[in-house]
């Protein structure tokens, strides 16, 4: 019942901070407002009993990406025009393709079957860190280091791109 | 009594709201206190004589103060973005507090013992920034904008170096949960066969297996708390106050008591991970299993931090201050490869000994 309770109170945080995102007015009341939206994703993943998930969650999007998007908004976001960031002209194709994806993704949701096993996912090991250290470290190796590979790939570039014309 | 400790140490709904107003205030009150220590120290290694007219050795300053703060009027800009404005001074004392909660004051003794507990320490007080972003842009005044802009880079670069200098004690631990990464630093390791006791359990503290973590995880520590030698935010000759210029009364009270939660958060941050915790050389069992045992490591505990506490002022008002470009060099090319490296040492030598 608590669960229960909580779900639905991290799903409401969760669905009206995100379409306050989507409509608000000024650009920077969109970005908490987004930040809002990843905490309560968070708080799913801890209801869920996720608990690494939702702690790295706050830790990488709430305490990094977040940072980075508020950064960028303070030091671009002076003139009063540019407030609006929803511009209403073009709503109906907004509508018909957001639809779409929607009808697409809860079309998947519908179809698939879940399975609800009783055993944890997570072997003989203690905790969730552990669990999802080991994991890493073995069956999924290879993709964990591709994305660090990806990660850099991307560092570097950005780099490349920061520093402009290399003499 | 000991029915009472046994309650508090089990983990119930109750006993949890029980510790979170144990913590929630005494921490606010310690701050009190903080303070005038501070003004103490500052007055002692400026050789005058400090605050000591209000209460015996002035000790009351900090209560005067704090109804001067309540008492002033509660000025709001008309300039200033209302809602936003109001939230800032709240969000930079939740986060540090929050951070408190997930710290192990005694066995058994943390409000919120998780498994994922230093990187959810660090998820915390990583939100702190916000403050500081959100009261620089609410206040729309140029002084305070600047004042944020560079408060929060700071912060965002020293967070790295903090975390990194961290991961040093984990791969020694093998563990993310704050009670273990204690109770690792008191089981006494073996060195030839001989296992360490009594006050050689010294050895035994991170401090001693990570002193350069433990130094970087300090200077990390103090350039996230604002304090000089990296007190950049505020600068009087160039931002006004920086951040919090517009803020007045309870407001700028808030943004001044959440900088001094976070340095007592960081410093049980620090006792936690490299000094041992609650443990002293066997010195905390003395009382096995009744309530003294709990009452005295949590002085244990307090006192060690009180001397992590003590060293950040004695730091403030020992070292002048960083220049900007000095700063982001000291934590970008300095300190930053430092720890990467002192990271790779620490993971060589612990594979090599397993």
């Given at each position: 019942m608590g669960v229960q309770i909580a779900f639905w109170l991290f799903a409401i945080l969760v669905a009206g901070t995100a379409l306050y995102a989507a409509v608000a007015p000024k650009i920077v009341h969109a970005a908490f407002s987004l930040m809002a939206t990843f905490f309560g994703v968070a708080g799913i993943y801890a209801i869920l009993g996720s608990d690494f998930l939702a702690v790295t969650q706050v830790l990488v999007y709430v305490g990094g990406i977040m940072v980075l998007i508020v950064f960028g908004v303070l030091l671009t976001d002076r003139v009063p025009e540019e407030y609006?960031?929803?511009?209403?002209?073009?709503w109906l194709p907004a509508l018909i393709a957001g639809g779409l994806c929607f009808a697409a993704i809860a079309g998947a949701l519908k179809s698939t079957v879940w399975p609800i096993s009783?055993?944890?996912?997570?072997?003989?090991?203690?905790s969730t860190v552990e669990g999802i250290g080991r994991s890493l470290l073995t069956d999924y190796l290879i993709p964990f280091e591709f994305a660090s590979i990806l990660l850099l790939v991307v560092l570097v570039g950005a780099a490349r791109l920061a520093r402009g014309q290399v003499r | 009594m000991d029915g009472v400790m046994n309650w508090l140490t089990q983990d119930r709904v109750g006993s949890a709201l029980v510790k979170v107003l144990l913590v929630g205030n005494v921490a606010p009150m310690l701050v009190a206190f903080l303070v005038w220590l501070e003004r103490r120290v500052a007055a002692w290694a400026q050789d005058r004589m400090g605050p000591?007219?209000?209460?015996p050795f002035g000790l009351l300053q900090s209560f005067a103060d704090l109804i001067k703060f309540l008492l002033k009027e509660d000025v709001l800009p008309g300039h200033v973005n209302k809602a936003m404005y109001l939230v800032a001074p709240c969000l930079a004392v939740i986060p540090p507090l929050v951070v408190l909660?997930?710290?192990?004051?005694?066995?058994?003794?943390?409000?919120a013992d998780v498994d994922t507990g230093i990187l959810a320490a660090f998820a915390f007080s990583g939100i702190g920034v916000y403050a500081i972003a959100l009261g620089g842009w609410a206040s729309n005044s140029k002084y305070a904008l600047i004042g944020a802009v560079r408060a929060s880079a700071q912060l965002i670069s020293y967070e790295i170096c903090l975390g990194l200098a961290a991961l040093g004690v984990f791969i020694v631990a093998?563990?993310?949960?704050l009670e273990d990464v204690v109770k690792m630093q008191a089981d006494g390791f073996t060195i030839h066969g001989e296992t360490l006791h009594g006050i050689s359990?010294?050895?035994?503290w991170n401090i001693v297996k990570q002193p350069i973590g433990a130094i970087i995880f300090l200077i990390a520590a103090f350039a996230e708390t604002n304090r000089?030698?990296?007190?950049?935010?505020?600068?009087?000759?160039?931002?006004?106050?920086?951040?919090?210029?517009?803020f007045s009364s309870m407001k700028f009270a808030l943004f001044f008591l959440g900088e001094y939660v976070a340095i007592v958060a960081m410093s049980s941050l620090f006792t936690t991970l490299y000094?041992?915790?609650?443990?002293?050389f066997g010195v905390e069992?003395?009382?096995?299993?009744?309530t003294a045992q709990t009452l005295l490591q949590i002085l244990i505990f307090l006192a060690k931090t009180m001397c992590v506490i003590f060293t950040f002022i004695w730091v403030r008002w020992t070292v002048p201050r960083f220049r900007y470009d000095q700063l982001m060099d000291l934590g970008w090319k300095r300190l930053m490869p430092a720890t990467l490296a002192w990271l790779a040492a620490t993971a060589c030598v612990v594979a090599f000994l397993k």
């Open positions: 609006k960031v929803v511009a209403p002209r073009r009783s055993s944890t996912p997570l072997g003989d090991a203690t | 000591n007219r209000v209460g909660a997930l710290v192990p004051f005694a066995d058994r003794f943390a409000i093998g563990t993310l949960r359990k010294f050895f035994d000089t030698p990296f007190d950049l935010p505020e600068a009087e000759s160039e931002l006004a106050a920086g951040y919090h210029t517009e000094l041992g915790g609650w443990t002293l069992n003395a009382f096995e299993g009744t």
